[in-house]
């Protein structure tokens, strides 16, 4: 049951980190994929590497690529460890 409630939320922010990231809004993408891994117990979350941060606006406009490399990455750890999470439960049960 636990599996089936989180896969709703964890298919909601799918779709704000696709849409968000559709729309080249890598700060939302980046919201929503937090989000993903806040829903993960403490002890199962990947560690992220750290956000790209500018120096200033002209730095924010151009830094799209640090960004988008970040989000890539940060997808992959996190399905990952989502799917862990998930084949461990079902472990747990049996199923």
């Not at 939302?28 to 606006?57: C, E, N, T, W, Y």
Request: proline residues 5%; aromatic residues 10%.
């Amino acid at each position: 049951v636990l599996i089936e409630i989180c896969s709703g939320a964890w298919t909601q922010y799918r779709n704000g980190v696709v849409y968000s990231v559709q729309h080249e809004d890598f700060e939302s993408a980046i919201l929503f994929m937090h989000g993903m891994v806040a829903m993960l117990p403490p002890v199962d979350r990947p560690q992220l590497q750290p956000i790209p941060i500018a120096k200033d606006l002209r730095e924010d406009l151009l830094n799209k690529k640090e960004k988008w490399r970040w989000c890539v990455d940060a997808n992959f750890a996190i399905e990952d460890a989502i799917s862990k999470w998930i084949y461990k439960n079902l472990d747990k049960a049996q199923i």
